[in-house]
Nanobody
Framework: QVQLVESGGGLVQPGGSLRLSCVAS????????INWYRQTPGKERELVAA???????TYVDSVKGRFTLSRDDAKNTVYLQMNNLKPEDTAVYYC?????????????????WGQGTQVTVSA
């Protein structure tokens, strides 16, 4: 069973940078979406960055120009580079990989989730 392990979170001052990593224990096939979410207590989970095969990543307006989603297939790893961090970026960040495959008429879909990593932006 494939596991996603996140790392890279921590405490950073406003204007600082962090790079979050999400490492899969084995190669994941038939990926149709790679997402980064974040969540704070009492608030709904927010989609921060999303990527699909053959398309450029998209970002929520509040992080455009500051965050970058990338991947390294050889290392089974996806990243979220976060620059010019702001206090409102404070949250637990989760990576999410969605797959969809077909066998005959059947469609198989799965979601994989990281355990979450805390990002705190504070002076």
């Amino acid at each position: 069973q494939v596991q996603l392990v996140e790392s890279g979170g921590g405490l950073v001052q406003p204007g600082g940078s962090l790079r979050l990593s999400c490492v899969a224990s084995a190669k994941i096939y038939y990926i149709n979406a790679i997402n980064w979410y974040r969540q704070t207590p009492g608030k709904e989970r927010e989609l921060v960055a999303a990527s699909t095969s053959g398309g450029s990543p998209t970002y929520v307006d509040s992080v455009k120009g500051r965050f970058t989603l990338s991947r390294d297939d050889a290392k089974n790893t996806v990243y979220l580079q976060m620059n010019n961090l702001k206090p409102e970026d404070t949250a637990v960040y989760y990576c999410n990989i969605q797959t969809s495959s077909r066998k005959g008429w059947d469609v198989y879909s799965r979601d994989y989730w990281g355990q979450g990593t805390q990002v705190t932006v504070s002076a």
